[in-house]
């Protein structure tokens, strides 16, 4: 019986060793560590992982999991900004960076921006079309009850004392016109839009929705103004004759008469129109997309700069829009010695003619809208995660308007030059 007592004993014993070998867990590691030194405790992590495609360790939460540095490529490039995700096209599907999980959202997700304004300003030309053709708009022409001898000139020089007189006359009707008509001729060409007013300055107003990481849709309105321009717009073509008689006299008396010679130029400028139009202002109401392309440039820093297209239609509301004419009328006298004179001298060979042809203001146009279409192309240029700059151009077509007697005019076609800028919501 002793001796069974004495196995038994034994066993306990062993059985108690067991169990505690057993229950190692984590009082084991800090116990482990303080008989092998600091070293291995400082470099033992249970929740650490090897790569960020790893999964979590048991027991671990995903808070306390870290990335291993361990050999491999280390967390962050060397070459600047930390790693970091962003959209790949522009400002407006949200320019909040994404920072790399490694197993399981770490955080709230980033909502992308659904909506941003934006504010344009611009110019733009036209290259075709024009705001008048006398021929259509039956406009009356500049030309009406002018009467090109009423400006006939005559001079005297010499006395009866002296012997001699010459009377000379400067004028268009002494003679008659050619077979051709090449020396009497009006010429009144259409007047396009850019030379009835100065380039339009453009501003507008514009809201945008998201549709896609490459597609939005946009409303804009905006509006538009011109100063009204002034300039030559018909000629009056003629010949121009200067005639010299010479009387003789003796003793006071009258002795002869002779031809002192006649001179003459042809396809003289008698008479020059010029056009002052109207100021304009328009109203812009469109609506249309864009879609967006890869960035070209600045993603690894996300300041990207994106290119895209654009469509919009929508419809323009003009003023109505008038003229004032007026009609400067040639010295005869100075047409046939004109050769060599200064630009000074030019300008004050022609004199202003009032009460001449139609008075008072000529409406070409009543106010009214016009359907328009727009092709656009740019750059868009992400500034901050918010906010962003665009630059675009392309084309812009106006439907002709109806003159003020009913018939249509020309469309207009357009190259506007617009800087965006926009902010996301």
């Known amino acids: 019986m002793r001796l069974v007592g004495i196995v038994t004993a034994s066993a306990l014993l062993s059985g108690c060793s067991y169990l505690g070998g057993f229950g190692f867990g984590k009082k084991s590691a800090s116990h482990y560590s303080s008989h092998v030194g600091p070293a291995y405790a400082s470099s033992f992590d249970p929740c650490q992982i090897p790569h960020a495609q790893a999964p979590i360790p048991q027991g671990c939460h995903p808070s306390q999991v870290s990335l291993s540095t361990a050999g491999g490529f280390p967390q962050q490039p060397q070459f600047g900004a930390p790693q970091v995700a962003t959209q790949h096209y522009g400002s407006h599907a949200g320019a909040k960076a994404h920072a790399p999980v490694l197993h399981a959202s770490q955080g709230p997700k980033m909502r992308k921006p659904r909506f941003r304004g934006a504010l344009d300003m ?223 001298d030019e300008q004050l060979r022609y004199y202003d003619l009032d009460n001449t042809g139609p008075q008072g203001a000529i409406e070409v146009y009543d106010a009214q809208w016009v359907p328009t279409g727009r092709l656009a192309a740019g750059l868009e240029w992400q500034v901050t995660p918010k906010t962003a700059l665009a630059f675009e151009t392309g084309v812009r077509v106006e439907a002709a308007r109806d003159y003020a007697n009913g018939a249509k005019g020309d469309t207009n076609v357009t190259v506007p030059f617009t800087l965006r800028g926009s902010f996301n919501f």
Request: aromatic share 10%.
């Open 122 to 344: 611009g110019v733009e030309k036209s290259y075709r079309g024009n705001i008048l053709d006398p021929n259509i708009a039956g406009t009356p022409s500049p030309f009406d009850g002018y009467d090109a001898s009423n400006y006939n000139e005559g001079a005297i020089s010499g006395s009866v004392a002296s012997g001699q007189i010459v009377l000379t006359d400067w004028s268009t009707s002494s003679r008659p016109r050619t077979t051709d008509g090449a020396f009497d001729e009006r010429l009144q060409p259409p007047i396009a839009f850019d030379d009835a007013w100065s380039v339009p300055a453009t501003i507008g107003l514009s809201g945008e929705y998201v549709l896609t990481d490459k597609a939005t849709l946009f409303g804009r309105v905006g509006y538009a103004a011109s100063e009204g321009a002034s300039g030559t717009v018909a000629i009056q073509q003629a010949t121009v004759y200067q005639d010299n008689t010479i009387e003789t006299y003796e003793a006071g008396v009258l002795t002869g008469i002779s031809n002192g010679g006649t001179f003459f130029r042809p396809n003289t400028e008698i008479a020059r129109v010029s056009y002052d139009f109207s100021d304009m202002n328009r109203l812009d109401l469109e609506a249309g997309g864009r879609v967006y392309f890869d960035p070209v440039a600045g993603r690894t820093t996300g300041q990207t700069i994106t290119p895209f297209v654009g469509l919009s239609g929508g419809a323009s509301r003009y003023n109505a829009v008038s003229y004032k004419q007026d009609i400067d009328q040639l010295f005869y006298s100075s047409a046939i010695s004109a050769d060599g004179v200064s630009s000074t």
